[in-house]
T-cell receptor, first 114, second 111 residues
Framework: EPEVTQTPSHQVTQMGQEVILRCVPI?????FYWYRQILGQKVEFLVS????????KSEIFDDQFSVERPDGSNFTLKIRSTKLEDSAMYFC????????????FGPGTRLTVT | LAKTTQPISMDSYEGQEVNITCSHN???????ITWYQQFPSQGPRFIIQ???TKVTNEVASLFIPADRKSSTLSLPRVSLSDTAVYYC????????????FGAGTRLFVKA
């Protein structure tokens, strides 16, 4: 069964550093998403992406965040200057067609900011 | 987006049927109801989606009354491995869908 993959599985960085989290969505999917989950809390929507542009974004997704689909397979989330409160699990997801379709989530990247 | 309300937690025993109800009083005409399951340190996993009446798949059933202001996820004969957080989501299928997860229901299945 096709799956969403994410790298790295765990990233440790110092406050103020830039990080790039990488995702490979399922190949025939058209919608892509990033979520984060702070330990013990709920899953929070960050951004959705379709047709090479942001479709929706949340209040969390401020100027420190950006997304890109640099080639036909990767989907990246960049955090320009990490803060301690950015420490969380970051999940990438993709869906086949219309937004609202079943989303397939990756295993997540645990980001630790020290 | 319609707000959803679910119980914070539920306990059950192996072999029992579990029903988790979600309230969504402000559901819109175009909204679908979707349930996800999440195990610790894993991403959510789609369980089932429906619009009205009843939907059944190999994992669960989803019951939606005529007014669609609530829905019930039914898990038949749960096992220990069904211990997880279950999320009810409501939204439409138009472009630009913004997926909002609530706090979910923590289900504990005991032996």
């Amino acid at each position: 069964e096709p799956e969403v993959t994410q790298t790295p599985s765990h990233q440790v960085t110092q406050m103020g550093q830039e990080v790039i989290l990488r995702c490979v969505p399922i190949s025939n999917h058209l919608y892509f998403y990033w979520y984060r989950q702070i330990l013990g809390q709920k899953v929070e929507f960050l951004v959705s992406f379709y047709n090479n542009e942001i479709s929706e974004k949340s209040e969390i997704f401020d100027d420190q965040f950006s997304v890109e689909r640099p080639d036909g397979s990767n989907f990246t989330l960049k955090i320009r200057s990490t803060k301690l409160e950015d420490s969380a699990m970051y999940f990438c997801a993709s869906s086949e067609g219309l937004a609202g379709d079943e989303q397939y989530f990756g295993p997540g990247t645990r980001l630790t900011v020290t | 987006l319609a707000k959803t309300t679910q119980p914070i937690s539920m306990d059950s025993y192996e072999g029992q049927e579990v029903n988790i109800t979600c309230s969504h009083n402000n559901i819109a005409t175009n909204d679908y109801i979707t349930w996800y399951q999440q195990f610790p340190s894993q991403g959510p996993r789609f369980i089932i989606q429906g619009y009205k009446t009843k939907v059944t798949n190999e994992v669960a059933s989803l019951f939606i009354p005529a007014d669609r202001k609530s829905s019930t996820l039914s898990l038949p004969r749960v096992s220990l491995s069904d211990t997880a957080v279950y999320y009810c989501l409501v939204g439409d299928n138009t472009g630009g869908f913004k997926t909002i997860f609530g706090a979910g229901t923590r289900l504990f299945v005991k032996a």
